[in-house]
Every structure is written in C-alpha cells, then in structure tokens.
C-alpha cells in the first residue's frame, strides 16, 4: 500500500485558482492510475480527473477545460490545477491511487488507496 498526503486546499472567490498537491509514499510499484475525487456535504464521492501510468487522462465533465491533472514522476506527486472555479466545486478533495485493474477509471470502487482530503470552499 501507498500513503497519500494532499495539500493546496482553500477558500478562493468564484473564478479564481487553486492547485493541489498529492505526494506519493511507499511503494509505487505496481500502481496504475492516480486520481482526484471530491466529496460535496450529502454527496456521493465523484471523479474529478483521472490519469493512468500511460499519462493518458480522463475528466468529469464539469470540469473539463477548467482543470488539469499531471504529475512528477521523479518527485512522486500527483497535481490538479483548478482554473475558473466555480461554488459548485466546492467539496472535500481526495487523491486516489489503484493498483487494480480498472474498467471505469473515474469511479471510486476502483481505487484502493486513498488520502485524507483537503477542503475546497468557492464562494461567489
């Protein structure tokens, strides 16, 4: 197993950005997708942005063209660039790591490791 720590959350006014950080520790041998997942009060946890060790990605679609999932091979973390948010992002983000295989890369039964969160608050 990985532990995953996250970090870059916040309060941002609507339109604004934010960046999180996921880093990576333990063994990552064997992992094969990372992602980002976000968890609204009374919500279901949902994908956010996917990416598998091929760097090939895939985004919910109410996020694409607003944010960007990449990472750092070299330093081992996982990033998500959030541009134009909007107060219907706001959520607890979670990064996600699986070593399964998996058949709906942006659905959380596939990933079997996972961070703690950290808060997202959009105001308008």
């Known amino acids: 197993r990985v532990q995953l720590v996250e970090s870059g959350g916040g309060s941002v006014q609507a339109g604004g950005s934010l960046r999180l950080s996921c880093a990576v520790f333990?063994?990552?041998?064997?992992?094969?997708?990372l992602g980002w997942f976000r968890q609204a009060p009374g919500k279901e946890r949902e994908g956010v942005a996917v990416i598998d060790n091929n760097g090939r990605t895939n985004y919910a679609d109410s996020v694409k063209g607003r944010f960007t999932i990449s990472q750092n091979n070299a330093e081992n973390t996982l990033y998500l660039q959030m541009n134009n948010l909007k107060p219907e992002d706001t959520a607890m983000y979670y990064c996600?790591?699986?070593?399964?295989?998996?058949?709906?890369?942006?659905?959380?039964?596939?990933?079997?490791?996972w961070g703690q969160g950290t808060q997202v608050t959009v105001s308008s």
């Open positions: 996600a790591a699986s070593t399964l295989i998996i058949l709906w890369p942006l659905h959380r039964s596939g990933y079997n490791n």
């Open positions: 333990g063994n990552t041998a064997g992992l094969n997708n």
